[in-house]
């Protein structure tokens, strides 16, 4: 692979998803297993986009832990970070973007970037975003159910979205690229009924045997449906911590050039109109009751049909909004 293969996707990146400004700062962050390729690529198009570029590339820290210091004291200073690393909600990540960083989480995996920004009209998608993000912010009554056995209620009232249109647009906004989807928290206490779980939980992966997870007033109380079943329930009794059970958000899937991959849990939470839960830390972002625990699992279903307030809003695949 050269620049020349992915200059096309990493200047759509940079210029549409990434919004780079003539003369803004921007820290390009990468761990030393990330393709160099890749990053001399992005960063020969935030140049060209006239943008002041740094890149610091480091070995890596625990997941989970804080940044080197010389790099939280750089994201502080920096307008942009365009993101290769473990970055996610430590401390350093939380005071840069008081500070006014906006994150570019960007995946690392070449054919995964390709396939998500070429031919992708992102303010379409950041259309559509908006519609929907109107619609579930007035709802209040959200019903979900599926052929897999999926039939589940739960109360939206005044939880708002968080924007994962795939444009990081605002001081302080996070994003991980390439988008799209679009989250909310609901009330926690009010997710009553059964999840099933069609397509992949992590970490367990992708499944053959769908997982089916009761949930009563916001908690995961019975897991069935055979050995991946068993080993999801396992993974979050091994954490022994008692937020992992909860019901943390849900999300649509937005990118219309997605398709369900069993090897790529990112590429699947972003196909077209699939839905996903997640359990255990919920970002501040949400406005929840939650906060961090000791892990996170993200869980997809393939074909949801949605219902808000007794309206049809996702059916096939396709929003009718």
Known sequence: MSQIDIALPIRTLVEDCCTVKKGENVLILATTDVNRDLLDAVMAATLAAGANATMMVTNSWPRGGEPWKPIAEAMKSADLLINFSPLFNQKAVLEAQKAGLRIASVSREIGFLKKGLVGVDYKELAALHERLAKALEKGKVMKVTSEAGTDVTMDLTGRP??????????????????????????????????????????????VKTPVKV?????????????????????????????????????????????????????ESERVMGVMFFGFGSQLATF????????????????????YLDGKLLLKDNKFLI
């Open 214 to 266: 009761t949930v009563k007033d916001g908690r995961a109380v019975k897991f069935e449906g055979g050995e991946e079943a068993e080993a999801f329930k396992k993974w979050m009794d091994e954490l022994n911590d008692t937020r992992m059970y909860w019901v943390c958000h849900y999300s649509f899937g937005l990118n219309p050039k997605y398709t369900l991959n069993p090897d790529n849990e990112g």
């Open 161 to 206: 979205t968080t924007r994962g249109d795939g444009i990081v647009r605002e001081p302080g906004e996070m994003q991980w690229l390439p988008g799209s989807q679009i989250n909310q928290a609901p009330i926690e206490e009010s997710i009553n009924g059964v999840l099933v779980f069609d397509w992949s939980v992590m970490p367990v992966g992708h």
């Open 287 to 306: 406005k929840g009751k939650l906060g961090a625990a000791a892990g996170h699992s993200d869980c997809i279903m393939k074909k949801p049909t949605v």
